[in-house]
T-cell receptor, first 115, second 111 residues
Framework: NAGVTQTPKFQVLKTGQSMTLQCAQD?????MYWYRQDPGMGLRLIYY???????DKGEVPNGYNVSRLNKREFSLRLESAAPSQTSVYFC??????????????FGAGSRLTVL | KQEVTQIPAALSVPEGENLVLNCSFT??????LQWFRQDPGKGLTSLLL?????REQTSGRLNASLDKSSGRSTLYIAASQPGDSATYLC??????????FGKGTSLLVTP
């Protein structure tokens, strides 16, 4: 009953370093998402993958890349981290598009600090 | 761009009270509206989803209503309990895969 699993839970980076956040779901969902949550800003969509083999930009994609490795896994990469990327990152999945009344299942979050 | 606003930002009530959380959105062309709960340091948990053609949805002590034409939704929590303390987020689906979230209402229910 794992649902959506994110690793790592916490990470501290220096400006300019790179890192990858990993996400895996075991619900056989087609669609996966990466959101960031910042104080006073709410959750904002970074990238999503409607189905295996596809990825699309969300509201705030600059500075990030994603890979849908297979149906289960969707990773988020920061190539050159900046302090503005300090945030809590959430991975989520759904059976299909949210417009089709599909509910998102969220992971526990990854707290990233860029110094 | 769809803007979602939640009022109040924070709320403290004594145990047993009934309470209402408010959500408003600027564009009435929506597919559905969803309410989530977030506990400190945790991810979001889906509570209720209301389709654009529906007026309300109920789950246990929770009742969510939707007035699409006026751009408003309310989440009613009956007989509040300390375990209801959390942040409640409203989100609107206006396109295929994106949800627009409000900033949330932080609820504290005191014993």
């Amino acid at each position: 009953n794992a649902g959506v699993t994110q690793t790592p839970k916490f990470q501290v980076l220096k400006t300019g370093q790179s890192m990858t956040l990993q996400c895996a779901q075991d619900m056989n969902h087609n669609s996966m998402y990466w959101y960031r949550q910042d104080p006073g800003m709410g959750l904002r969509l970074i990238y999503y993958s409607a189905s295996e083999g596809t990825t699309d930009k969300g509201e705030v994609p600059n500075g990030y890349n994603v890979s849908r490795l297979n149906k289960r896994e969707f990773s988020l990469r920061l190539e050159s981290a900046a302090p503005s990327q300090t945030s809590v990152y959430f991975c989520a999945s759904s059976e299909g598009p949210v417009s089709g009344a599909n509910v998102l299942t969220f992971g526990a979050g990854s707290r990233l600090t860029v110094l | 761009k769809q803007e979602v606003t939640q009022i109040p930002a924070a709320l403290s009530v004594p145990e047993g009270e009934n309470l209402v959380l408010n959500c408003s959105f600027t564009d009435s062309a929506i597919y559905n509206l969803q309410w989530f709960r977030q506990d400190p340091g945790k991810g979001l948990t889906s509570l209720l989803l209301i389709q654009s053609s529906q007026r309300e949805q109920t789950s246990g002590r929770l009742n969510a209503s939707l007035d699409k034409s006026s751009g408003r939704s309310t989440l009613y929590i009956a007989a509040s309990q300390p375990g209801d303390s959390a942040t409640y987020l409203c989100a609107v689906s206006s396109s295929g895969y994106a949800l627009n979230f409000g900033k949330g209402t932080s609820l504290l229910v005191t014993p």
